[in-house]
Each structure stands twice: as C-alpha cells, then as structure tokens.
Nanobody, 117 residues
Framework: QLQASGGGLVQAGGSLRLSCTSSGSSIEAIGWYRQAPGKQRELVAAISSGTRTNYAGSVNGRFTISRDNAQNTVYLRMNALKPEDTAVYYC???????????????WGQGTQVTVSS
C-alpha cells in the first residue's frame, strides 16, 4: 500500500517535498504523476529500484526524485514551483524497462499541490 503526502499551498517560486511511502513490501520503481483539472494525468518523474531517473521536460531541472530504501520512501523535491504545477500528485509503483518507467497498478491516494501566483 502506497501513501503519498507533503502537498500544500505555496507561492510561486517556492518549494515542496512530496513523500511516497510503502507500508507493505519494499518500495520498488516509483513514478510520480500529476493531474490538473480538465487535463490528462501525466508522468512527471520516475525512479528505478536503483538510482536511474527520468523527468518530464516541464519539470526537468526543478524537480528531483530520490529514494530512501531504509525508510521505504521515495521523495519528490519540487523547487521553483509555478502556478502551472498546480495539480493532484499521485505516486505509482511500477517497473523499469530500459530507460523507461512502466506504470503499475498500485497507486497512492494523491496529494494536492497548489501554487499561487
């Protein structure tokens, strides 16, 4: 079971750190997705069970995904936030194939991130 947390309200230019914790089995490859009202869900960052990562172009250089296996947690550090980053953010446990994250069936409950201008 995945639990996402860390969302909130922040001004543009601010930072937040989201956490995705597995309460059951060891946390494996994780993807952070977001969905804004009226928009499709998009993958913003992913990390393999090791240290391989990839990022959407819109967040590259601003967001950093990392993992702490001892805590069974994956983090998403979000810096230089923009109003267009406003969305519900979800973590997903999936797989890694080559250089790509493959979406799995297990989702966290979502955490709201709101960036004011």
């Amino acid at each position: 079971q995945l639990q996402a947390s860390g969302g909130g309200l922040v001004q543009a230019g601010g930072s937040l750190r989201l956490s995705c914790t597995s309460s059951g089995s060891s946390i494996e490859a994780i993807g952070w997705y977001r969905q804004a009202p009226g928009k499709q869900r998009e993958l913003v960052a992913a990390i393999s069970s090791g240290t391989r990562t990839n990022y959407a172009g819109s967040v590259n250089g601003r967001f950093t995904i990392s993992r702490d296996n001892a805590q069974n947690t994956v983090y998403l550090r979000m810096n230089a936030l923009k109003p267009e980053d406003t969305a519900v953010y979800y973590c997903n446990q999936g797989d890694w194939f080559g250089a790509r994250y493959i979406e799995g069936t297990y989702w966290g409950q979502g955490t709201q991130v709101t960036v004011s201008s």
